[in-house]
């Protein structure tokens, strides 16, 4: 994990985040018991844990990005199940066997730990205190992998995650956690009759991410709900929600009501300048470099091909990147389209778990700094 690039003090440029989940290469099952095990043990695994959670972050912070995600490296909902007493797994998803509540040797997620605890060494590695982005998964995609679901669900998941939030909201002279972003990627793929509008379900999802980013903004942290589809509108009636992010070509950043509702409710966006999905790269690019129309089957075929090659070493992964121009562009019309003071942040649309390798990663990230300056 190389440093490179140093994050600027006082930054004149639009500010930066990432969303957090990176590719990981190495000894994973070794990572996963020092995930595990973080905090109540100091051994060989805990400690490669914590090299690899501290490196990742500071590397992120030396792309250039003001406000790095803690690396996200782990299955994100397990994570958080993990973290929860009262659940039990079958063969059909987890089901409540007693009242939800935090794990007491389990209350504060390891990788932000790792930070803290690393906090004095990162802040003379970057010349000036830290900020850092907490991802927690919110309470309607942890419910999907429940077997049983009923219209209290969604009460009882975020009275829990938001006790996990505030437990994890630090602020030290070194570094602090500035945005909690709650991530609800499941949110609006599924008829869900639990959703259904006048629904009590619904009413109780919307009380719930209140409950979480009221807890949030009382520990001094932005919130922020990262979503992949906005085509269900319950976000904007959350009062102490303050960012909103979705993906790079969600109609969300081009409509007149996103910029009437941004006004109307005082949000703000997080402007998705980046593609991550690797798959949709490699496509674009294969597309855009062909002359002729090409049948699905054909763009698929190409696309099974390079992944030969990536896996092979054969081809240089960051050939299928976007170039810091078009990502400069999408931030300029974004910013054009809802005015500068409705953008709090640019960056990545999601994480980078798909990358083929460590390195196209943090140059995607390099890009997106890059943007951000030279608007």
Not at 255 to 275: F, G, N
């Amino acid at each position: 994990m190389s440093n490179t690039i140093m994050v600027e003090p006082f930054p004149s440029m639009t500010e930066t985040c990432d969303v957090g989940s990176m590719p990981f290469f190495g000894d994973f099952k070794r990572f996963m018991e020092g995930a595990s095990s973080y905090g109540r043990l100091v051994n060989d695994s805990t400690t490669f844990f914590e090299n690899e959670i501290v490196s990742g972050f500071v590397d992120k912070a030396q792309a250039g990005i003001h406000v790095p995600n803690y690396p996200q490296l782990r299955d994100m909902i397990q994570m958080f199940i993990d973290m929860i007493e009262g659940l039990a797994k079958i063969n059909g998803g987890y089901i409540e066997t007693d009242t939800l509540s935090v794990k007491a040797e389990k209350s504060i997620v390891s990788e932000i730990q790792a930070i803290k605890n690393r906090s004095h060494e990162i802040y003379e590695k970057l010349a000036l205190p830290f900020r850092l982005r907490v991802s927690i998964t919110g309470p309607y995609t942890i419910s999907q992998v429940f077997a049983y679901k009923d219209k209290n669900t969604f009460t009882r998941l975020g009275n829990v995650l938001a006790q996990i939030a505030e437990a994890n909201i630090f602020s030290t002279k070194h570094g602090s956690v500035k945005l909690v972003s709650v991530d609800e990627p499941v949110f609006g793929f599924i008829d869900d009759p639990l959703l259904d509008r006048g629904s009590e379900g619904r009413e109780n999802l919307l009380k719930s991410w209140e409950t979480m980013m009221q807890t949030i903004r009382a520990k001094g942290a932005q919130t922020c709900l990262h979503l992949h589809n906005t085509t269900d509108e319950l976000f904007w009636e959350v009062k102490s929600l303050n960012i909103i992010e979705s993906h790079v070509n969600d109609p969300f950043y081009q409509t007149k009501r996103t910029k009437q509702q941004l006004e109307a409710t005082d949000k703000h966006l997080k402007a998705s300048i980046a593609v991550t999905d690797f798959d949709q790269l490699i496509r674009d690019h294969i597309v855009a470099r062909s002359t002729q129309k090409l049948s699905e089957s054909t763009v698929n075929e190409q696309i099974a091909d390079v992944w030969k090659n990536l896996n092979s070493k054969r081809i240089d992964p960051t050939i299928f990147l976007e170039d810091a121009d078009v990502m400069k562009q999408r931030l300029k019309t974004i910013v054009e389209r809802f005015g500068e003071n409705s953008i709090s942040y640019a960056g990545p649309e999601c994480g980078m778990r798909s990358f083929p390798t460590y390195e196209s990663a943090i140059e995607c990230l390099k890009r997106v700094s890059q943007s951000c300056k030279s608007r």
